[in-house]
């Protein structure tokens, strides 16, 4: 338990707020066929993430990601006045993969797939007598390749390394009046993205509690904001252990 509230700690401490950021990485490391698991994770985003293996060494994974956030500073041109950005943020992603134990502590797994979703911004601005709003609003769409290499410290508990490549389209782009050159930024553009993350995992009978850190790299300039690290927890089900309990129990 304390290191459980260690871990919510550093993640409330360390999530990031970017305009656009992927969703958390899922990272199932299946042992067979009909295992799955089903987990949902909070942090500066909320998703639910879902896993099973249909046959040997084959992986589907599905994901749900929805963040939203305000913050507000003071205008420096004004000290009557704040500015308040409104992100927000959400996508659906599945994938289909390949995974393989390579002996008693090692592990690899790699999936690839695709993700649709809607991300933006709402700037506004108050004073005493004017509100001016601004907004920029995009659906997206993204292709993804995710290799994973999992290491058991001991029965109970894994570290798993990934790295996650992605090229998101920006389309369907709505914007103010006040920024035109967005649109012509964005629109049907193609962005790259590396987000490779650190995930630990405890084992608690049929429960899987993890902590994931995670670092979103883009060579775009302005395609992220400047916080580029973001930390999550998750609490799962994992259906091959269930089905294991339940049938010990009859």
Not at 182 to 210: C, G, H, N, V, W
Request: glycine fraction near 8%; include cysteine; hydrophobic fraction near 35%.
């Amino acid at each position: 338990m304390k290191s459980l509230f260690v871990c919510i700690i550093s993640t409330v401490l360390l999530a990031s707020c970017n305009l656009y950021k992927p969703g958390r990485a899922n990272v199932p490391v299946l042992e067979g066929k009909n295992d799955g698991n089903l987990s949902v994770s909070l942090g500066r985003n909320y998703g639910v993430e879902a896993a099973y293996s249909p046959l040997n060494h084959l992986g589907i994974i599905a994901n749900y990601t929805n963040g939203f956030q305000n913050v507000e500073r003071r205008n420096e041109g004004s000290p009557n006045s704040s500015i308040v950005n409104t992100y927000n943020n959400q996508q659906y992603e599945f994938g289909l993969g390949y995974y393989l134990r390579i002996d008693t502590l090692h592990y690899f797994e790699i999936y690839a797939g695709y993700g649709i979703g809607e991300s933006g911004i709402v700037g506004t601005s108050n004073d005493l007598f004017l509100r001016t709003q601004v907004s920029l609003e995009a659906m997206h769409e993204h292709i993804f390749i995710q290799p994973t290499f999992a290491y058991e410290i001991n029965k109970t508990t894994s570290v798993r390394f990934s790295a996650k490549l992605a090229a998101i389209t920006f389309y369907d782009i709505n914007n103010s009046p006040y920024y035109p050159q967005s649109k012509d930024y964005f629109f049907r553009k193609t962005f790259t993205s590396a987000q490779p993350t650190m995930t630990l995992l405890k084992k608690e009978d049929i429960f899987d509690f993890t902590w994931q850190i995670g670092f979103y790299i883009s060579p775009e300039d302005g395609f992220y904001t400047n916080r580029w690290l973001n930390t999550s927890i998750s609490f799962g089900i994992n259906i091959n252990r269930l089905r294991k309990t339940i049938k010990s129990k009859n």
